[in-house]
């Protein structure tokens, strides 16, 4: 996979190119194009995605937070109790 500074150095050389050969429309065209192309090369999310995600992580992150607690009182617990039983 090329790397996103590659990406946008092939996309400038060929939108000069373009800009030499072809009437604006074409370029726009062509432009528009390009960018597609550019962009489903990277690895983009969209914003909703993007917020979907922060949040299931946040969720995820508080329930671990809980079970780290829970572990630890019950390794407390398991540390208090008499050494014979």
Do not use: C, I
Not at 18 to 27: I, T
Not at 65 to 81: C, G, M, Q, S
């Amino acid at each position: 996979m090329k790397q996103p500074s590659d990406v946008f150095n092939d996309l400038q050389s060929r939108v000069s190119d373009l800009l030499k050969n072809s009437p604006a429309k074409d370029v726009e065209r062509n432009v528009k194009a390009m960018l597609t192309q550019g962009f489903s090369k990277l690895d983009l999310v969209t914003r909703e995605e993007f917020d979907t995600q922060t949040q299931v992580l946040a969720r995820t992150r508080a329930r671990l937070e809980e079970l780290e607690r829970r572990v630890a009182d019950l390794e407390r617990k398991l540390n208090e109790r008499p050494s014979g039983l």
